[in-house]
T-cell receptor, first 113, second 112 residues
Framework: GENVEQHPSTLSVQEGDSAVIKCTYS??????FPWYKQELGKRPQLIID?????GEKKDQRIAVTLNKTAKHFSLHITETQPEDSAVYFC????????????FGSGTQLTVLP | ETGVTQTPRHLVMGMTNKKSLKCEQH?????MYWYKQSAKKPLELMFV???????ENNSVPSRFSPECPNSSHLFLHLHTLQPEDSALYLC???????????FGAGTRLSVL
C-alpha cells in the first residue's frame, strides 16, 4: 500500500521566518496531496491541496510544491506568525480499491514570538 | 464548525463495556470515514463508507464494528476494548472518495 513519510517531526522557527515541511510518497499513481493543520485539541483542517497535474499552488502565505518524478511534495509557510503553531499533516491519495488518504506522521511547528 | 458533528466528545469505558460513537454530517457528502489518532502516530484509517456501503476495512479488530444507516450518519460500535485502544477517534466526510475530507472534532476515548 501507500507509504507517506514526513519530515521533520518537530520544527521551531522565529516569527517572520519561513517554515518548510517535506513529505515523500511511494505510490506513483497517487494524484491528490492535501495538507491539514491541527491545532491543540481541535480537528484537522485542510489548509491547501494540490493535484498531480500542477507543480505548485499558492494561497497567501502558504504554498505547496509537488515533484512527481521524485515523489515528494512540500509545504512552505512564509512570514510565520504565532498562530501558525500547530501540527501539520501531509497526505496522499492511495490507489487501492477505494481511493483513500494515507497520512504522514505529522510535524509539530512552533513559531517563537 | 465544519458540518461534521461527533458525539460524545469524551468517553471513558471499562474493558467489558459496550458503547457507540456517533458521527453526523450536514454537508450532503456521500463518503464517510473513521480514523484513529494516537499520540505521535499518523492518522490511521479504520473504515470507509461510500453511498452507505463499506468500501474498505483496513484490518481493524472485530471489537470495532461500524454502521452506516444512511449517508448522513456513521456509528462506531465498541465492545471489549483494550487499553491500547485509547485514542482520539475522528470521523470525516467527503463529497467523493478522493475529494477534500472534512473532519469532526473527534471523540477522546479512554479504556480503563
Amino acid at each position: 500500500g501507500e507509504n507517506v513519510e514526513q519530515h521533520p517531526s518537530t520544527l521551531s522557527v522565529q516569527e517572520g521566518d519561513s517554515a518548510v515541511i517535506k513529505c515523500t510518497y511511494s505510490d506513483s499513481a497517487s494524484n491528490y496531496f492535501p495538507w491539514y493543520k491541527q491545532e491543540l485539541g481541535k480537528r484537522p483542517q485542510l489548509i491547501i491541496d494540490i493535484r498531480s497535474n500542477v507543480g505548485e499552488k499558492k494561497d497567501q502565505r502558504i504554498a505547496v510544491t509537488l515533484n512527481k518524478t521524485a515523489k515528494h511534495f512540500s509545504l512552505h509557510i512564509t512570514e510565520t506568525q504565532p498562530e501558525d503553531s500547530a501540527v501539520y499533516f501531509c497526505a496522499a491519495s492511495f490507489s487501492g480499491s477505494a481511493r483513500q488518504l494515507t497520512f504522514g506522521s505529522g510535524t509539530q511547528l512552533t513559531v517563537l514570538p | 464548525e465544519t458540518g461534521v458533528t461527533q458525539t460524545p466528545r469524551h468517553l471513558v469505558m471499562g474493558m467489558t463495556n459496550k458503547k457507540s460513537l456517533k458521527c453526523e454530517q450536514h454537508l450532503g457528502h456521500n463518503a464517510m470515514y473513521w480514523y484513529k489518532q494516537s499520540a505521535k502516530k499518523p492518522l490511521e484509517l479504520m473504515f470507509v463508507y461510500s453511498l452507505e456501503e463499506r468500501v474498505e476495512n483496513n484490518s481493524v479488530p472485530s471489537r470495532f464494528s461500524p454502521e452506516c444507516p444512511n449517508s448522513s450518519h456513521l456509528f462506531l460500535h465498541l465492545h471489549t476494548l483494550q487499553p491500547e485502544d485509547s485514542a482520539l477517534y475522528l470521523c470525516a466526510s467527503s463529497p467523493g472518495l478522493v475529494n477534500i475530507q472534512y473532519f469532526g472534532a473527534g471523540t477522546r476515548l479512554s479504556v480503563l
